[in-house]
C-alpha cells in the first residue's frame, strides 16, 4: 500500500492563529483529499487536490505530486475548526484509499 | 440527493449477535467502501466494491461480509459480533473512470456500534 504520515500530529491554536498541515505520501497518486472529522464524528470533504493549489474561504490546500507532498493552511482559526484533519490518497493503479492518522486540532478562545 | 447514508446510527449488540449495517448511495458511483475507525485512531478499509457483484477485502475483513447486488447498496454484514467489533463504521463511495482517474469520494454519517 502507500504509506501516509501526517503531521503534526496534534496542535493547539489561539483562536485567529494560523497554521499548516503536511501530508506526505509514498507513491504517486491521482487522487487526494483532505477531510475534517469535527467533534460530531462526521468526515467532511474540504478539498479534492490532486494537484496545485485551491482555496475555500480561509482554507486553502497545495499539493505537489511530483515530490510526493500536500499542505493544508487554516487562516484566522475559529473554534468550530477544531477537530481532526485526514489526508488521503488513491494511485493510478489499485482501488484503494489510504489514510494518514490525522492531525487533530484544538482551537482555544 | 442524499449522497451517502447509512442506517442505523448506533447500535448496541451481544457478543455473539449478528446484524448487517446498510449503506446506500444516489449518485451513481461505481466503487463503493466500508472502514472501521476505534477510538482515536484512523480510518481502516474492511472490503470496498468496485461495482454490483465485485467485491474484495480490505486490510481488516475478517468476521464481515459484505454484498453488492445493485449500484446503489453496499451491506455490511457482522456475523458472530465480538467486544474488538466495537467501532465506528463509515461507508463512502466514489467514482472511478474507466481511464483509471479516481474521483472524490464522499461519507455517510458512520454508525456507531458497541458489542458488549
Known amino acids: 500500500g502507500i504509506q501516509v504520515e501526517q503531521s503534526p500530529p496534534d496542535l493547539i491554536l489561539q483562536e485567529g492563529a494560523n497554521s499548516t498541515l503536511r501530508c506526505n505520501f509514498s507513491d504517486s497518486v491521482n487522487n487526494l483529499q483532505w477531510f475534517h472529522q469535527n467533534p460530531w464524528g462526521q468526515l467532511i470533504n474540504l478539498f479534492y487536490?490532486?494537484?496545485g493549489t485551491k482555496q475555500n474561504g480561509r482554507l486553502s490546500a497545495t499539493t505537489v505530486a511530483t515530490e510526493r507532498y500536500s499542505l493544508l493552511y487554516i487562516s484566522s482559526s475559529q473554534t468550530t475548526d477544531s477537530g481532526v484533519y485526514f489526508c488521503?490518497?488513491?494511485?493510478?493503479?489499485?482501488?484503494?484509499?489510504?489514510f494518514g492518522t490525522g492531525t487533530s486540532l484544538t482551537v482555544i478562545p | 440527493n442524499a449522497g451517502v447514508t447509512q442506517t442505523p446510527k448506533f447500535r448496541i449488540l451481544k457478543i455473539g449477535q449478528s446484524m448487517t449495517l446498510q449503506c446506500t448511495q444516489d449518485?451513481?458511483?461505481?466503487?463503493m467502501y466500508w472502514y472501521r475507525q476505534d477510538p482515536g485512531m484512523g480510518l481502516k478499509l474492511i472490503y470496498y466494491s468496485v461495482g454490483a457483484g465485485i467485491t474484495d477485502k480490505g486490510e481488516v475483513p475478517n468476521g464481515y461480509n459484505v454484498s453488492r447486488s445493485t449500484t446503489e447498496d453496499f451491506p455490511l454484514r457482522l456475523e458472530l459480533a465480538a467486544p474488538s467489533q466495537t467501532s465506528v463504521y463509515f461507508c463512502a463511495s466514489s467514482f472511478r473512470t474507466s481511464g483509471g482517474q479516481n474521483n472524490e469520494q464522499f461519507f455517510g454519517p458512520g454508525t456507531r456500534l458497541t458489542v458488549l
Open positions: 449518485m451513481n458511483h461505481n466503487y
Open positions: 488521503a490518497v488513491a494511485r493510478n493503479t489499485g482501488n484503494q484509499f489510504y
Open positions: 487536490i490532486p494537484s
